[in-house]
Every structure is written in C-alpha cells, then in structure tokens.
C-alpha cells in the first residue's frame, strides 16, 4: 500500500481524489501497488465531501508523515505551492502537479532537489491537461533532435478565437460568454493576455531543448486586440486566427519563444482546433511532424493526467524517472523580434503610406468593401520581415492589428 496526500482540495485535486477512488482497482493493477489517498490538505472546511474525514489545514501533518510516499500539489500559483512542494521534495517524498506557473518558474530548482532526494517531481497535467505531451517528448520521441514545438495551449482563448469564427461576434461579447458557462475566469487576465500559455510553452522548450526559459523574459501578445475584421480579413486569405505559443531552435546554441496571435493555414490540422480543445505539434529531425489533440483543462482530463503520473512515481519508487533540464546561458534565448516571419496588418493609413512603406503589397481588403469594414482601413500580408525592421516601416503609420502568419 503506498499512501498519497492531496494539497488543494479545489476542482483538480478534487477530481484527483475522485478517480483514485472510482478506479482504485484498474489503478493498482497499474500500478503494481494498492494506492490511497491519506491526507488532504487545504484551509476550507468541506463538511459535506465524502472526503472529510481527511482534509486537515496542518501540512506538517504530511510533511512529517513517513507513510505518505506521494504528494499531489494542485494549490496552483508559485507562493505557497513552492513552499510546500520543496518541503515535500526534501522530506523524501515524491511530488506530481498540475501546476504550470511552479512549474515554469521553478522547475530546474524542484528538479534538482528530487534528482538529490532520489524522488520523482512529474508534471505531466501542468501543459496539455489531460493530454499525454510531456511522456512523448521525454520518452517515446527521445531519439529525435527536436527543433520546433508549438501549439494551441489555452483553452479560453481558443474558445473565444472559435466563437468569433463562427459566430460573427465581438471579443467582448464572447468573452461574457465564457464567463458564464465557466471557461474564463472572472479575472481572465492570465488567459487573455498569454501568460498562461506563455508558462505551458516555456516548459515545452525547456523538455525539447534542454535548458530553461523564462516566461518573464519571452514575448507575449494576447488576444484582447482581435477584431471581428481580423477574422473576417484571415479568412479571405484562407486562415483562421489561432493564440500559439511556439518555440524553436535557430541554430546549435540559440532558441526563440513567445506567445501571440497567428494567422494560419486552415490547411494546417491546428486550424481544426475549435472550442476548449488544445493542440500540440511537435517537429522532430527523425519523426517530421506530431500532434497531441485533447481537452487542455478541465476537472477529469486534468486529474486523469495528475492520477498517472502517481502511477507512474509508485512504479518508480526505486527507480526514480529522471526530467530535467540545464540552466541556460545569457542569449540563449532570442528575441522573437529578431525572426524573420510574414506579418498581417490592418491600418488606416492610406495607399501611399503603405506602398512608402512596404512597395507593392497583396491587399485582402478596401475600405468599406464589406458591411462593419472601416472607410478607411486596408488590410494585407507583408513579405518575411523581423518585428524589429516593422516596427520602424510603420512609424507615422495608424496601425489597428498586427499579426504574425505561420506558413
């Protein structure tokens, strides 16, 4: 019997603790073990949960339990989840999270103090949810050099990306929208405006590449600035507006990473990414190109990912199953501003400002050539340019959305 404590009794690790309780049978054959959740730790009472008898507000009370070989970290953030995290680690105990800001921040750190402790931190459900992404890129995809891996990593923002497709709404319409049925939070700022994603990619890069990036030093762009002819004017072109996070390797020594809003090819399979469902691709020198496609969050998918990773920490009690990356070096990363891309402007200014600035150009749109188009708005694609070089052709220029295009 191996014994597991719960810290966070919100809706991951209540959905934690359901499944181990619904499945305790196909998990134990899994696991080649009988697994029971001991102690939950969280500073609400929950008279009314049939798991009550188990919820203490005391951590120390797991912390300093020889028994409990398992710690699930589902509190969420990077203040007390890190303090009790390392505690954990450094009392011997194996820790699995679905916590992709601790993760992203602190992951070398925590990472370091399990492979010294000869214990396990796994985070399987801190990027994709209940999707398998972090096993495949450590395991089954290890005999590859990977050199790209990008994605639809949010599952708010591609709702709302979705919805103003298919519904000719507003941004601001949608996002009430979400709200209501509980897909965005009342403060949807960390969704909106790329950090979450920003968190989820910045872990993929440090899976692929092998050191750590910072999400506090990467470019995010959210996508409060989508307009309703954004999407109209994409989809002239043949693309739809998708929020990527994607990093790659530039050469042996260097990478970039950012997160924004792209324009892509609906000949791309990520443009059949609708709804709440996420994506992942993932290009290695070997394999070409794989995708990973499911629900990125939510109760039960997540804690389907957090509840094998427990498996897996039980199975490699004495074995530990080593993740981990390097410090990286100053420059290692490289400003995204720096990469040559296509771009998609919408701007007010007119004919001759345009063609000053960028010659002759494909137009996708005149003014007032559809109902809601601006009287005075162009719309077009440029040739590959760097963000830097753009920024400086558009000076003097009223530009109203700037995209990037993923060919």
């Known amino acids: 019997m191996v014994n597991v404590a719960i810290l966070g009794f919100g809706t991951v690790g209540s959905g934690v603790a359901e499944v181990m309780e619904e499945n305790a049978?196909?998990?134990a054959h899994n696991a080649l073990e009988k697994i029971k959740v001991k102690r939950i730790v969280d500073v609400r009472d929950f008279p009314?949960?049939?798991f009550s008898e188990m919820i203490t507000r005391d951590f120390s009370l797991v912390e300093n339990d020889p028994d409990i070989k398992v710690v699930v970290e589902t509190i969420g953030g990077a203040g007390v989840a890190y303090d009790y995290t390392k505690r954990s680690l450094l009392a011997g105990k194996s820790v699995v999270t679905s916590n992709k800001e601790l993760v992203a921040t602190h992951g070398h750190e925590l990472l370091s103090i399990a492979k010294e402790k000869n214990v396990n931190y796994l985070f399987e459900a801190s990027v994709g949810g209940g999707i398998p992404i972090i096993r495949p890129i450590t395991q089954c995809l290890t005999a590859n050099e990977l050199d790209e891996v990008y994605g639809i990593l949010n599952g708010t923002t591609n709702y709302i990306l979705s919805q103003m497709v298919q519904g000719n709404v507003t941004f601001e319409e949608v996002l009430k929208d979400a709200q209501r049925l509980g897909y965005a939070e009342a403060d949807p700022t960390a969704d909106i405006e790329g950090y979450d994603a920003a968190r989820k990619i910045c872990i993929l890069a440090d899976l692929c590449f092998g050191k750590s990036v910072d999400p506090n030093k990467i470019s995010i762009s959210g996508i409060r600035g989508v307009t309703a002819q954004d999407v109209e004017y994409a989809r002239r072109l043949g693309y739809k507006i998708k929020l990527l996070g994607r990093a790659y390797r530039l050469d042996g020594e260097h990478i970039t990473a950012y997160v924004s809003p792209h324009l892509i090819s609906k000949t791309s399979l990520l443009s059949n990414v609708d709804g709440v469902m996420n994506g992942i691709v993932v290009h290695g020198n070997a394999l070409g190109e794989a995708m990973?496609?499911?629900?990125?969050?939510?109760?039960?998918?997540?804690?389907?990912?957090v509840v094998a990773d427990v498996i897996d920490a039980v199975k490699?009690?004495?074995a530990r199953k080593y993740l981990g990356w390097e410090e990286s070096e100053d420059g290692y990363v490289v400003d995204a501003a720096d990469i040559k891309m296509r771009w998609y402007l919408r701007t007010g200014s007119g004919l001759e400002d345009i063609g000053r600035a960028f010659g002759n150009v494909r137009l996708i749109s005149y003014p007032g050539d559809y109902p809601g188009a601006g009287p005075d708005e162009y719309a077009f694609a440029t040739e590959p340019i760097t963000g830097r070089e753009?920024?400086?052709?558009?000076?003097?220029?009223?530009?109203?959305?700037?995209?990037?295009?993923?060919?």
């Open 292 to 305: 990973f496609y499911g629900a990125g969050a939510g109760k039960r998918p997540t804690a389907s990912a």
């Open 48 to 50: 009314d949960s049939p």
């Open 390 to 407: 753009l920024e400086r052709m558009l000076s003097g220029m009223d530009v109203r959305s700037m995209f990037r295009i993923l060919d």
């Open 25 to 27: 049978i196909s998990i």
């Open 316 to 318: 490699h009690m004495q």
